[in-house]
């Protein structure tokens, strides 16, 4: 930390101390305590207080969390080293530590970065991109949809504000558990002029009926669904739990497919969007193929930037067989 980034936390600690109560008031604006109850009120509170930090201070202070919760052994820490564990069996123990704890410090850094993404301008958090890259990807027939993947690295929020100030576009969404929560998220990320689609069937059918009108939509693929939504496909060498739907999507609709990523610069420099073309084999019509090929693709994202993958995640928590997940 430099010697003005240490001055401006002081200066925010003072502020805070003294004006305590007023920004509570601050803070709290527009949101219903008996509606919303007390956890998602704080939640809301916490996000806005970190938004009067500059992205710097902001990044420094989650690395700080990410570190506490690395040498803690929390279990975020416990499940990153699992997974790097199982993923990456080649690299020396040594490296694979220091992933790890990198790893955590850009977790840190993403719960930090959530005021900034949420709360500012639009046009002041797209302020924040450096540059981007590969975004010749975009162009595509104009009969034809285009399905985004964006995988959960650096700090996807910021793809999906740069991807709606860009297009008029959808994106696939499961509401949060934390009640009173979800009107406040769709807030958020709807305020640049997206389309948040729960993902319900009535939802899943908005998706597809986008695509084959030649829309945008924009999907994370990365997570595990329920079984009955998913194949068993490479992830990493490991079979992981994949979702079907995207495969679906390419069957059905034939949209062109590529990946986007908000990768963070160093120093708290801001982000760079990095655009890049699916697997071909994508398009199998092959099901196991095709979700084998959505997996490399993201694998091939991950590549970039492994330390800004979210390897807290619980990736292989079913697997085939019935066997015994790694995290018992």
Known sequence: MNTDEGWQLVKISQAL??????????????????????????????????????????????????????????????VTEKNLEICFPNLPIAERQRLARRSMEETGKTLFEMGAVWEWPVAKTLSLITKVEGDACLQRPEQKGLLILVPHIGNWEVVGLYLASRFSMAALYSPPKLAGFDNYMRG?????????????????????????????????PDQEPDLSGGVFAPFFG???????????????????????????????????????????????????????????????????????????????????????????
């Open 17 to 78: 101390y003294s004006h305590a109560e007023q920004i509570t008031v601050v803070l709290g604006r527009g949101v219903n305590l008996q509606q919303n109850g007390w956890k998602t009120t704080l939640v809301i509170m916490c996000i806005r207080l970190v938004s009067h930090l500059s992205l710097g201070v902001a990044q420094l202070m989650g690395v700080g969390l990410g570190r506490l919760f690395y040498f803690i052994k929390a279990s975020p820490a416990r």
């Open 188 to 220: 958020v990320r709807e305020r640049s002029g997206s389309t948040l689609v729960p993902a319900t069937q009535r939802g899943v059918i908005t998706l597809f009926s986008i695509l084959k009108n030649h829309g945008v939509v924009g999907i994370l």
């Open 238 to 328: 490991i079979e992981a739990n994949t979702m079907k739907l995207v495969s679906k999507m390419v069957q059905k609709t034939e949209p062109k497919v590529i990946l986007c990523a908000a990768l963070r610069e160093p120093s708290g420099k801001g982000f760079k969007i990095v655009f890049l073309p699916a697997d071909p084999e994508i398009e199998n019509l092959d099901l196991e193929k095709s979700v084998a090929a959505m997996n490399r693709s993201v694998e091939a994202v991950v590549n970039l930037a492994p330390e800004q993958y979210q390897w807290e995640y619980k990736r292989f928590k079913r697997r085939p067989g019935g066997r015994p997940n790694f995290y018992d």
